[in-house]
């Protein structure tokens, strides 16, 4: 990739800042700032809040907690699906534009939300907050820094993890905040009141503090040509699906545990409060893990990294059900397993920046969220039925293997 290739692509992809460096940083600073809010909001709204209104919903819907749990499954398809198209968009235009739409568009869908009758109606609303949220979370939002600080390393680590801090509290705010809306007025105006401060929060950020992408028509026709030929010979060696197989891997395990590790420890002979108190550690957890590796990146390769605490999180899953029995045995556990929780979000975007560059960072990025996105909806499910077929001490294997797989590819994708 040519040098000129690369400053038009991030002409292009990245908010255009003037000025000298100490204006650039701080304006760079503001961006990550207001991503951070944004993100934060954005998947309190749009992702944790559902399992508060899950209840509720089914009753006055009079429809199974399945079917309602189906609605987020939806959503979360429909964004994997949309992450390529949403990709190339944000390689070639910057996020301004499609940041703003997204915004507008999940404001618009929670308000929908909140007036659907029937199951249909709330299938066809999530289909919108999935492509709501293909276009307005982590994957729009790491693209836009990436691009933002092309050539720098350190800005970018540091964008990064400053943005997943802030945004991993997103479930500790809106859990109770939700839960708390619901309580004093009903569901429905729950989602009316988090409709419109996701709205009047992340409409005029997107559109105001990120900048508006300025490339000349030659220019920007090369770029694109740069970003195909990029994509094109990534997808056709192996490195790249080495990636795609751990990222893929590691998201459906997490998922799985994510959403079934409440259940195996009540399973397992635990309180519901203990076992809702040791899953909420996931999120502290995954905060701590993001520090630990950006801090270990300096030292050590990133593939590395991420493989050695993938491997952990399979010891422990395999220790859970001999050791998880006690308090202490499953608080081991679930901190081992944690410290890894939020590793792949904030590894992925420097893999693939160090081995392809940035011109077609989000991509590239959209076409492992195909797959990846797709397992982290699809693997509780299949965890379910194994859990119910064979017991849950199987998914915790199935688990473990994915963790193994995870990172052996990653350890392969580091010789190569």
Request: hydrophobic letters at 60%.
């Amino acid at each position: 990739m040519s040098a000129t290739s690369d400053s038009a692509a991030t002409e292009s992809a990245a908010p255009v800042i003037g000025g000298g460096a100490p204006s650039r940083d701080r304006r760079d600073r503001r961006v990550v700032a207001a991503l951070a809010v944004t993100q934060t909001i954005g998947y309190g709204v749009l992702y944790y809040a559902f399992s508060v209104f899950l209840a509720p919903m089914a009753r006055d819907l009079r429809a199974s907690n399945a079917q309602i749990a189906a609605a987020l499954t939806l959503s979360v398809l429909i964004a994997a699906v949309c992450a390529p198209l949403v990709g190339r968009l944000l390689d070639a235009h910057g996020g301004r534009v499609l940041m703003t739409t997204g915004s507008v568009l999940g404001a618009a869908a929670v308000l929908a939300w909140s007036r659907v009758e029937s199951l249909p109606q709330l299938y066809a609303v999530f289909a919108l907050v999935g492509v709501a949220c293909s276009m307005v979370l982590y994957e729009a939002a790491f693209a836009v820094i990436v691009s933002l600080y092309a050539g720098n390393e350190r800005g970018r680590a540091g964008g990064l993890l400053a943005l997943t801090v802030v945004a991993g509290f997103a479930s500790s705010i809106f859990l109770p905040l939700t839960g708390l809306l619901v309580d004093r007025h009903g569901w429905r105006t729950a989602l009316v009141i988090l409709a419109l401060v996701y709205g009047i929060a992340a409409i005029p950020l997107h559109a105001l503090v990120l900048r508006r992408a300025r490339t000349a028509g030659k220019q920007a026709s090369a770029a694109a040509q740069d970003r195909a030929a990029i994509v094109k010979a990534a997808t056709r060696r192996r490195p790249f699906w080495l990636l795609v197989i751990a990222f893929t891997a590691n998201g459906g395990a997490a998922a799985t545990v994510a959403v079934l590790l409440i259940t195996y420890l009540i399973h397992l002979g635990h309180p519901p409060v203990l076992a809702a108190t040791l899953a909420g550690l996931l999120g502290v957890l995954s905060v701590t893990g993001r520090l630990l590796t950006t801090g270990l990146q300096t030292r050590l390769p990133a593939a590395l990294i991420a493989a050695a605490i993938f491997a952990l999180q399979g010891v422990a899953v395999l220790l859970l059900p001999l050791i998880g029995r006690s308090v202490a045995g499953a608080t081991g556990a679930v901190l081992l397993f944690g410290l890894g929780f939020g590793v792949a979000s904030i590894t992925l975007p420097h893999l693939l920046v160090g081995r392809y560059g940035t011109a077609a960072y989000a991509s590239l990025a959209g076409r492992i969220a195909v797959f990846s996105v797709a397992d982290k909806a699809l693997a509780p499910l299949g965890a379910v039925a194994l859990a119910q077929a064979a017991g849950y001490g199987w998914v915790m294997g199935a688990v473990a293997v994915a963790c193994a797989v995870s990172a052996f590819a990653l350890v392969a994708y580091h010789r190569l």
